[in-house]
């Protein structure tokens, strides 16, 4: 059984940063899919940024040129790295990793941009 666990999210300035982690507790094996999701209050679930195993990393508009996407296998961990946020970036921020036996999702960190 996989468990992903997310952190790094906290309260932040408009302008700041932040690198958010996914740290997964089991191998994980044949991954076609890590991606990073958002859902801000009475919001669907957006997907954020996300990286396939073969093929280009994607990024929503929102986050073009201001979020990274960053996979680590020798560590088990994916990275969100967030520059310049806004504060309509607010939102809990879930990663997710689709595996040829199953889709796993952490258990959310909350990201709040305020001054």
């Known amino acids: 059984q996989v468990q992903l666990v997310e952190s790094g999210g906290g309260l932040v300035q408009p302008g700041g940063s932040l690198r958010l982690s996914c740290a997964a507790s089991?191998?994980?094996?044949?991954?076609?899919?890590k991606g990073w999701y958002r859902q801000a209050p009475g919001n669907q679930r957006e997907l954020v940024a996300s990286i396939p195993s073969v093929g280009s990393t994607h990024y929503a508009d929102s986050v073009k040129g201001r979020f990274t996407i960053v996979n680590d296998n020798a560590n088990n961990t994916v990275y969100l790295q967030m520059n310049r946020l806004k504060p309509e970036d607010t939102a809990v921020y879930y990663c997710n990793v689709g595996t040829l036996g199953g889709s796993y999702w952490g258990q959310g960190t909350q990201v709040t941009v305020s001054s």
């Open positions: 089991g191998r994980i094996f044949s991954f076609y899919f």
